[in-house]
């Protein structure tokens, strides 16, 4: 069992940068797909209540979603940046090269026409680190002014969709204030850096009927690759052709720019890696190799990819990472335990198939679980989980710490974790768990914030 501390900073807290070695989980919303408050409840006796009254308290809930912090290793200091003269990032070599000063005004004023030499890294108090997001839903806005802002995010360098409902793709559009473009003498934008975005095929099927302006706009670079080598390999692919194509195009009198000229309308442009939405899977994020520990024994941090049904029949894509995943089938007598975290975040769900679960309970361990948690005990859902639900897959899995997310305004938060904490202790006093086997059995937050080991 992992012996690092688990502490939940409160939503007023100041961000500060995971140091190396170090990740940090961020609650940005932990409600369902209408919020909390829901419209129209007000005097019906429920959590909604409070969350008007208190807009920063813990019944306050946005769109489920969390945001993965991590150090960067490749990327001066914000000291050493500044210091360095002139600016020689291949990102502003890449602006310059594409006409970066622009003649044209956008809507919105001069100050809007470049998004990129400002736009070259995150930074936390002068650290460099990267945000990895898990969905985008209709409350992303509210969530970022609420939540995100604190850790002053520039840039989203990894999305990450669990399915395809407004509560994980309606705020998509916000995204291009979070990432790097240009605008040409032309008047059209250039993107700088496309959002390397993991989803499966079913929810791009959506994508092309709810935002095919954002599609459009977009590249598609094919099935996620489990290996640094294999997506190297891919992505050396997929720039020769389109290297290929705007060179035809220039030569056709078409748009400068090259094959990332969006045009003259701002809008956010995503880079498409799809998941396999039939077993579990290895995916390779780029960004993660970036926070590479010293001697560590693979470069990137270890991310899965597992599918889970959000109702009958429909697919909502979870996600198991950290350097402390690792599998009993694959254990070797005498050999312990890679070091690190493992973590598993499980956002929508009514049941798991057959799969999911033995991928789940191959695991050698869970540091913390994310669950779905629509509604108390003694109550059921056909597209969600429920605390009864969440309780069940406790025992099956045995996790160290489990919050619930998701929840509706059933679930009053102070009385609710009061009553999760009686159930835990009932499990122990019983027999059912050992003392400590599982720690905590609690609800996220907006704005909790979770230090671990990679």
Aim: charged share 20%.
């Amino acid at each position: 069992m992992s012996g690092f501390p688990i502490e939940a900073a409160p939503l007023g807290a100041s961000a500060t940068a995971p140091p190396p070695g170090f990740m940090t989980l961020t609650i940005v919303g932990s409600g369902v797909s209408t919020g909390i408050p829901v419209i129209g409840h007000i005097g019906r006796g429920c959590a909604c209540e409070d969350a008007v009254a208190n807009p920063n308290g813990p019944n306050n809930r946005n769109n489920i979603s969390i945001l993965l912090t991590l150090p960067r290793g490749d990327l001066p200091t914000l000291n050493e940046r500044q210091e360095s003269t002139p600016v020689t990032s291949s990102v502003a070599e890449q602006a310059k090269n594409t006409e970066a000063q622009p003649t044209m005004q956008p809507s919105g004023g001069t100050s809007h026409a470049s998004f990129t030499v400002d736009k070259m890294g995150n930074y936390i108090h002068g650290k460099p680190v990267a945000h990895i997001l898990f969905d985008c839903g209709k409350t992303f806005r509210d969530a970022y002014f609420k939540v995100m802002i604190r850790w002053n995010i520039r840039v989203v360098d990894t999305l990450l969709i669990t399915h395809g409902h407004a509560d994980a793709i309606a705020g998509l559009d916000d995204l291009r204030d979070l990432q790097a473009m240009h605008m040409i003498s032309t008047g059209d934008w250039v993107v700088d850096s496309f959002i390397p975005t993991y989803l499966s095929y079913a929810t791009m099927e959506t994508l092309q009927r709810a935002v095919d302006y954002i599609v459009r706009n977009s590249v598609e670079s094919g099935l996620a690759m489990p290996s640094p080598a294999e997506h190297a390999a891919q992505l050396s692919a997929c720039l020769e052709e389109r290297e290929a194509r705007a060179k035809a195009a220039v030569q056709n009198g078409e748009k400068a720019g090259g094959w990332r000229n969006i045009g003259i309308r701002r809008s956010t442009a995503l880079d498409f890696f799809y998941v396999d939405e039939s077993k579990p899977k290895r995916v390779h994020l780029p960004v993660t190799a970036t926070a590479a520990t010293a001697g560590a024994p693979q470069p990137e941090l270890p991310f899965y990819t597992f599918p889970v049904e959000h109702g009958k029949g429909y697919i909502s894509m979870a996600y198991a990472f950290g350097r402390g995943t690792a599998f009993k089938s694959q254990q070797k007598d005498g050999v312990p335990p890679p070091e690190g975290s493992c973590v598993v975040y499980i956002s929508d769900v009514s049941a798991i198939p057959r799969d999911s679960m033995l991928f789940l309970q191959d695991l050698v361990k869970i540091d913390i679980l994310y669950v779905d948690c629509l509604a108390p005990q003694k109550r059921t859902s056909p597209v969600h989980y429920c605390a009864d639900d969440m309780l069940a897959l406790t025992l099956a899995l045995r996790p160290r710490y489990v919050y619930g997310v998701g929840m509706h305004c059933d679930i009053e938060h102070q009385q609710s974790r009061t009553t999760l904490q009686k159930v835990l202790d009932g499990y122990v006093a019983s027999g059912v768990l050992r003392q400590g086997e599982v720690e905590c059995i609690d609800l996220a937050y907006d704005g909790m914030q979770i230090v671990i080991p990679q």
